[in-house]
């Protein structure tokens, strides 16, 4: 990621203000906590184009955004049983 | 072998993540031989997006490299649903059954088939799966394979 400014949590509550106006449409300012960024700050122009990107990568792929969250990993022991089940010999 | 009909056209049906995988995995099983008469234009063949993409998840983390050409040609015989699952539909299909399930019934619900295809005797078929699907039933490959050689 690359950010236009990283700055602490607590130096950019007071000047929150000022540091939106200097927000460039396609710039990320990082906020850290403990040395580490641990949120961002971005223009809401830059994220609807993320936003409208990630759909259309998505689109051209299998992954629906709406049901993502139930496609999981089979267990060895369903995989199991479906080919007893599926075999036609038995 | 004759088309394998229901009424004046061909039968259609909807796999689930288990029969595709399982298809993937066995070449001889009950599962492939559905795709195989899907191959050969006796009945329609239907999967959505969510079956691949869980069935791609599952290739990728349990099965070697050399699955995934056979996944891709047995994908190229089937007709593939890209339709985003409905919300409300999805709210309804939750009340008889798991999450992970209620994608596949409302998927196979939309592609107006006329049969379920699964492997998951466990929470698929079930009475109440059978209720909330009519008219289109729910069998396994084995089922439907004997229904439809019967047909015929």
């Given at each position: 990621m690359n950010y236009q400014q990283i700055i602490p949590v607590t130096e950019a509550r007071p000047i929150l203000g000022s540091l939106l106006d200097t927000l460039d449409s396609n710039n990320v300012i990082g906020l850290t906590k403990g040395?580490?960024?641990?949120?961002?700050?971005?223009?809401?122009n830059y994220l609807d184009m993320l936003q409208t990107n990630t759909?259309?990568?998505?689109?051209?792929?299998?992954?629906?955004?709406?049901?993502?969250?139930?496609?999981?990993?089979?267990?060895?022991?369903?995989?199991?049983?479906?080919?007893?089940?599926?075999?036609?010999?038995? | 072998?004759?088309?394998?009909?229901?009424?004046?056209?061909?039968?259609?049906?909807?796999?689930d993540s288990s029969v595709l995988f399982s298809a993937v995995?066995?070449?001889?099983?009950?599962?492939?031989?559905?795709?195989?008469?899907?191959?050969?234009?006796?009945?329609e063949v239907v999967v959505s997006k969510n079956v691949v993409a869980e069935v791609e998840k599952n290739v990728g983390n349990k099965l070697d490299e050399i699955y995934w050409p056979r996944l891709e040609n047995?994908?190229?015989?089937?007709?593939i649903d890209r339709t985003t699952t409905d919300r409300d539909e999805f709210e309804k299909a939750k009340e008889v059954i798991i999450s992970k399930d209620a994608v596949?019934?409302?998927?196979?619900?939309?592609?107006?088939?006329?049969?379920?295809?699964?492997?998951?005797?466990k929470d698929m078929l079930q009475?109440?799966?059978?209720?909330?699907?009519?008219?289109?039933?729910?069998?396994?490959p084995k089922e439907i394979i004997e229904m439809l050689e019967k047909q015929n």
């Open positions: 040395g580490r960024v641990v949120g961002v700050v971005v223009s809401p759909k259309k990568v998505l689109a051209k792929t299998f992954i629906d955004e709406t049901t993502r969250p139930y496609i999981r990993e089979f267990s060895d022991e369903e995989i199991k049983e479906w080919l007893k089940e599926d075999a036609l010999v038995s | 072998m004759k088309k394998l009909k229901s009424g004046s056209r061909k039968t259609r049906l909807f796999l995995w066995s070449m001889t099983g009950g599962s492939a031989k559905i795709i195989s008469w899907a191959q050969e234009k006796k009945i047995l994908l190229s015989f089937l007709e596949i019934l409302v998927d196979a619900k939309r592609c107006q088939v006329d049969v379920l295809v699964t492997l998951d005797k009475p109440k799966v059978h209720k909330f699907m009519r008219p289109i039933k729910v069998m396994t």
